[in-house]
């Protein structure tokens, strides 16, 4: 089986730092689900060897602190932080922190094309077999045939 699906309750995550390493059996990317009650914080900095991570504020209040700076954060604020960056998160007095982290490690010779529409550009299309909710629909099947004719600039290198 190529996936594995949890399902977690966002309005009642552990208190700290919920690892999904283990899982969601993650080896290139890192997620993290992160609640902080009101008042409460990391109790250390930290920063990394090479991981870029991005953090998504899905609730409440906080700040970050990276590098000497207060970072405000609220519900829909999302921040990357640099590897070198030293950071750690606080909730605000009257407030609970519900975050989503995500890290990554670089790899070499990524990003392959910068002009690439991917989350990372290492996609493999299959133009010959549509989902199956399109698998009648000709302007879909058309669609895709162009695309496999390199009719899309972004894809003349790719193909
Ligand atoms: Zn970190």
Same mark, same amino acid.
């Given at each position: 089986?190529n996936?594995?699906?949890?399902?977690?309750d966002?309005?009642n @995550?552990p $208190?700290? %730092?919920t690892?999904?390493r283990?899982d969601l059996?993650?080896?290139?990317?890192g997620v #993290?689900?992160?609640h902080? =009650?009101?008042g409460? #914080?990391?109790r250390?900095?930290h920063?990394?060897?090479?991981q $870029?991570e %991005?953090?998504f504020?899905?609730d409440?209040q #906080?700040i970050?602190h990276?590098?000497?700076?207060?970072?405000?954060?609220s519900?829909? +604020?999302i921040i990357k932080?640099d590897?070198?960056g =030293?950071?750690?998160l606080k909730a605000i $007095?009257?407030?609970?922190l519900?975050a @989503?982290?995500?890290?990554?490690?670089?790899k070499?010779g990524?990003?392959?094309?910068p002009?690439s529409?991917?989350?990372?550009?290492? #996609?493999i299309?299959?133009? +010959?077999?549509?989902?199956?909710w399109?698998?009648n629909?000709?302007d879909v099947?058309n669609?895709?045939?162009?695309?496999?004719?390199? =009719?899309?600039?972004?894809?003349?290198n790719?193909l």
């Open positions: 089986m996936y594995k699906k949890i399902t977690v966002y309005t @995550l $208190e700290w %730092v690892f999904l283990n059996n993650l080896k290139g990317i #993290g689900l992160i902080l =009650k009101s409460k #914080g990391y250390f900095l920063k990394h060897k090479e $870029e %991005v953090y504020i899905l409440g #906080g970050i990276i590098d000497g700076e207060d970072v405000a954060v519900k829909g +604020d932080i590897p070198e =030293k950071r750690a $007095e009257d407030s609970d519900v @989503l982290c995500i890290g990554g490690i670089p070499e990524y990003p392959q094309n002009d529409m991917s989350l990372i550009d290492d #996609g299309p299959d133009y +010959d077999n549509p989902p199956h399109y698998a629909d000709k099947i669609y895709l045939k162009n695309l496999k004719e390199k =009719k899309h600039p972004k894809l003349k790719k």
